[in-house]
């Protein structure tokens, strides 16, 4: 008999269940995961205090819940230690478990930057809930952060944080906040309206050392400054979680390689959401997984599906600015037109050929959001 | 009408606004949006919303 396994219980792995049960109500499931198996909102884990929202109401369902509804074995806090791709089979902490499909979706991990000191391992970083709690209960000790990062993440968390009246900091190596994403006007309108909720910008800086002190972490910047801070949070992006499939010899680049049916470089095992690397692409992003979530699970059921990208804008959850930018997925040659009006801005950046590429709007003009997109490429045709 | 939301992103749908770039016309009911309609702020589907308290 057929028996799936899938490692990863976040977005991916349980959208994928889920896709996969709305097929097929028979075959066997297995999911597996190192954390406690809850269904909740990833997204929302930057902007949960704004919503006045204690961790635990951001979990949608148990893991208890959810192998009810997915008819399906859940087996929570267990690692893989290793996958034996020739006799199809999981070594983990909880036993061996053979599958005749296997599918990696154990997401991705935060990139630590090098920080020196003694307190450099006391340095936060949240991409699951588990950090989210510890996050939650170190800012119930002392609000005084320090964000490394001025991009998508780091600038949700300093607007998230600056309603519960935290004194905050961000940090970055860059001149301007989501510099690598906005042009230039729309992100100094966004570093304006984050600055009148009174958060401080460290930018053509990063942190040097993290120390402990009396007072708190003592945290030294690369151009001497010296903040003393309760939490220092990292957000300076994600490195897909590559391990387990590098040790079983599966191809891997910037990301787990995957073909256009989810598929690695072995047969039967497949890859999917924020560790999957499809062509050229690593998209660690809600709608990206969704869309190719759904084309995986008709794949596995028998129903051949390429997956498809339209043009996909992200939401930059910062409700005192609204942002939402599509960016181009690939490095692509072109210029910014920036156009500001009473509004916002609404900003095209245009390829070498004219075309519109990718798109950025502020204030109310992301309303224009659906409309622009049409106007944009497929990222996978 | 009842207005509905997003588990995933929060995202709302309020059915006296539609989504009229989406070809939803403004007074679609929930019942009445397409099963195939995904969240366009997320991709999640319609079984993701629950409906909002008034």
Redesign the interface.
């Known amino acids: 008999m057929s028996k799936l396994v899938i490692i990863g219980t976040g977005l991916a792995g349980y959208t994928l269940a889920r896709e996969i049960r709305k097929r097929d109500s028979e075959s066997e499931l297995l999911l597996i995961t190192r954390d406690d198996g809850s269904s909740y909102s990833k997204p929302m884990l930057s902007n949960a205090l704004g919503k006045d929202k204690h961790p635990d109401a951001l979990v949608i369902s148990s893991a208890e819940q959810m192998a009810e509804t997915l008819a399906a074995e859940i087996w929570t806090r267990t690692r893989v230690n290793r996958i034996d791709t020739r006799h199809q089979a999981l070594h983990t902490e909880k036993g061996v478990a053979s599958y005749t499909k296997l599918v990696l979706a154990n997401g991705a991990n935060t990139i630590m930057a090098p920080i020196k000191g003694g307190a450099a391992n006391k340095i936060l970083s949240v991409n699951d809930l588990d950090d989210y709690r510890l996050f939650r209960a170190e800012l119930e000790k002392g609000k005084r952060v320090v964000i490394i990062g001025a991009g998508l993440i780091g600038c949700e968390f300093a607007n998230d944080l600056s309603t519960v009246g935290a004194d905050i900091s961000v940090v970055d190596l860059a001149s301007r906040p989501l510099g690598s994403l906005l042009p230039e006007k729309a992100s100094s309108l966004l570093q304006e309206k984050l600055s009148e909720l009174g958060i401080n910008w460290h930018l053509n800086n990063a942190v040097n050392s993290v120390e402990t002190s009396d007072e708190g972490l003592r945290v030294t910047l690369k151009d001497s400054t010296v903040i003393t801070a309760d939490i220092v949070l990292s957000a300076i992006g994600l490195r897909p979680n590559l391990e387990l499939a590098t040790e079983a010899g599966i191809e891997t680049d910037r990301g787990l390689k995957v073909d256009r049916f989810m598929q690695t470089s072995h047969e039967n095992i497949y890859g999917l959401g924020d560790c999957a690397q499809i062509e050229d692409l690593t998209l660690p992003f809600v709608m990206p997984l969704m869309n190719s979530a759904r084309a995986l699970a008709a794949t596995l059921c028998g129903e051949d599906t390429a997956v498809c990208y339209p043009a996909m804008p992200v939401v930059v959850k910062t409700p005192c600015y609204p942002v939402v930018v599509c960016p181009t997925p690939r490095p692509k040659e072109g210029h910014w037109e920036e156009e500001i009006t009473d509004e916002g801005v609404r900003a095209l950046f245009r390829d070498n050929d004219g075309n519109i590429a990718g798109f950025a709007l502020t204030g109310e003009l992301v309303r224009e959001k659906m409309a622009l997109s049409k106007q944009v490429d497929d990222w996978l045709a | 009408m009842k207005r509905w939301r997003c ?4 995202f709302i749908y309020d059915p006296e606004l539609g ?1 009229p ?2 070809g939803i016309s403004a007074g679609t009911a929930w019942e009445d949006v397409p099963d195939s309609w ?1 969240c ?6 319609k ?1 993701d919303f629950e409906w909002l308290e008034t």
Do not use: K, M, N, Q
């Open positions: 588990l995933v992103c929060d989504l770039d989406e995904i366009p702020d997320c991709g999640v589907g079984s």
